[in-house]
């Protein structure tokens, strides 16, 4: 079973377009983060999200947590090839203790120039 | 400074042979966290240690998997008798404290033929 249900899974799109990741649980987390891995490397991360509701903007990433802190989402506006990768979401589950992350299974974007 | 470093960054090994596998997080880092990474997906968790203890040993598949952080600084994760099915990239990851941003290792690409 998978806590946390990322979609698209795979995402091509061509440079200049919006696009947009979901992040989806029946769990309620103290905390969710978007992580972005290139082939080789291990994940960076992007954003933490703590408060329901909660929307952080990263240039021309927009991130939001849902209000009961079960789901996320990630928007990138005017994709850039340089945007390629795979795009993770982790999250804490508020009934551990905290540490352990539950990631998503990730989306692969690829953006064509 | 340096960021996460694991070794080796490949390893080829036969079915029933033990592997070592070596993490070396930032220096400082009081939490360290081991991870198993399929091709295209999110990262599970395995372990994770603050300090030399070992908080959450429950992602560890079964009992031929096994870590240790004898000083609270370098950690070894162990896997014996190896089966085909372990197969994957496996990474570490560092923080300063218990529940902290998580920095990545470049992972071990181990291979059981």
């Known amino acids: 079973t998978q806590l946390l249900e990322q979609s698209p899974q795979f995402l091509s799109i061509q440079e200049g377009e919006n696009l947009t990741v979901y992040c989806n649980s029946s769990?309620?987390?103290?905390?969710l983060q978007w992580y972005r891995q290139e082939p080789g490397e291990g994940p960076v991360l992007l954003v933490t999200?703590?408060?329901?509701?909660e929307v952080k903007k990263l240039k021309r990433l927009t991130f939001q947590f849902g209000d009961a802190r079960k789901d996320s989402s990630l928007h990138i506006t005017a994709a850039q090839p340089g945007d390629t990768g795979l795009y993770l979401c982790a999250g804490a589950l508020e009934r551990t203790s905290g540490s352990r992350l539950t990631f998503g299974e990730g989306t692969q974007l690829t953006v064509n120039p | 400074g340096a960021g996460v470093s694991q070794s080796p960054r490949y390893k080829v090994t036969k079915r029933g042979q033990d592997v070592a596998l070596r993490c070396d997080p930032i220096?400082?880092?009081?939490?360290l966290y081991w991870y198993r990474q399929a091709l295209g997906q999110g990262p599970e968790f395995l372990t994770y240690?603050?300090?030399?203890?070992?908080?959450?040993k429950s992602g560890l598949p079964n009992d031929r998997f096994s870590a240790e952080r004898p000083e609270g600084s370098i950690s070894t994760l162990t896997i014996q008798r190896t089966e085909q099915r372990d197969s994957a990239m496996y990474r570490c990851?560092?923080?300063?404290?218990?529940?902290?941003?998580?920095?990545f290792g470049p992972g071990t690409r181990l291979t059981v033929l």
């Open positions: 990851a560092s923080s300063a404290r218990t529940a902290d941003t998580q920095y």
């Open positions: 769990s309620v987390f103290s905390s």
């Open positions: 999200v703590v408060t329901g509701g």
């Open positions: 240690f603050n300090y030399e203890a070992q908080q959450d």
């Open positions: 220096s400082g880092h009081v939490s």
